[in-house]
């Protein structure tokens, strides 16, 4: 288990799952603003990969989110597209809806910063999220990622095509935020 100052990141659990289907994947608006794909529906029992975590599957770390204090279920974070050649990954979180502007998502960047560089060695990670999303901009932006560039009307969300930033941070910039 990896450890904040507010969140811990641990393995995924079985009863995770019907939490994570109803109060995050359910909801149309926010899997289409987070997701870059269209919106569709998970089964109960579906093997779906955003939920059920294939442990052969390298290039991609999937984690639960949960409060240091009680160990409550509070999201999902994960290290996908990691590539060993050049030491790089991206990173994604997702918080339930309520769980979310408490100071948990900054955490949860810094706790996957930690594993990235320190954990697994890497050199480089990198956010891809939409130009509007100023909560994950700023969250990113509190750990040290910079502003790289901007994807014009890159994604297509419910009906209209919005920009996306592209944000990076490299070991040697990174500075690990305070605890507590
Ligand atoms: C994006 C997300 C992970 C951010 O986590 P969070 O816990 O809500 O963010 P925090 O509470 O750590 O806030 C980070 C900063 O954003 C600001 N912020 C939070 N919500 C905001 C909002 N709706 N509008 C503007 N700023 C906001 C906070 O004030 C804080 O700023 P500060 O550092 O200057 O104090 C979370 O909101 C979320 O899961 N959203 C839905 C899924 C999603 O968008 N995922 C990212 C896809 S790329």
């Known amino acids: 288990m990896l450890t904040g100052s507010k969140v811990a990141l641990r393995a995924r659990h079985e009863e995770d799952i019907p939490v994570l289907r109803t109060e995050l994947y359910d909801d149309v608006v926010n899997s289409s603003r987070a997701e870059g794909g269209p919106w569709r529906p998970i089964s109960p029992g579906s093997k779906d990969s955003r939920l059920v975590v294939d442990d052969s599957a390298e290039g991609k770390v999937p984690f639960s989110v949960v409060e240091l204090d009680g160990g409550a279920l509070v999201g999902t974070a994960t290290l996908?597209?990691?590539?060993?050649?050049?030491?790089?990954?991206?990173?994604?979180?997702?918080?339930?809806?309520?769980?979310?502007?408490?100071?948990?998502?900054?955490?949860?960047?810094?706790?996957?910063?930690?594993?990235?560089?320190?954990v697994r060695g890497l050199q480089r990670l990198q956010i891809e999220t939409l130009a509007d999303n100023y909560a994950m901009l700023r969250s990113a932006e509190r750990n040290g990622f910079v502003r790289e560039g901007v994807l014009r009307s890159s994604a297509w969300v419910l009906g209209e095509f919005l920009d996306e930033v592209v944000l990076g941070l490299l070991a040697q910039d990174w500075k690990p935020l305070p605890k507590g």
Do not use: E, M, Q
Request: hydrophobic fraction near 40%; charged fraction near 15%.
């Open 80 to 118: 996908w597209g990691i590539d060993n050649h050049n030491r790089a990954a991206h990173i994604g979180l997702g918080l339930l809806p309520s769980c979310r502007g408490k100071g948990y998502g900054t955490d949860v960047v810094a706790v996957l910063c930690h594993y990235g560089f320190v």
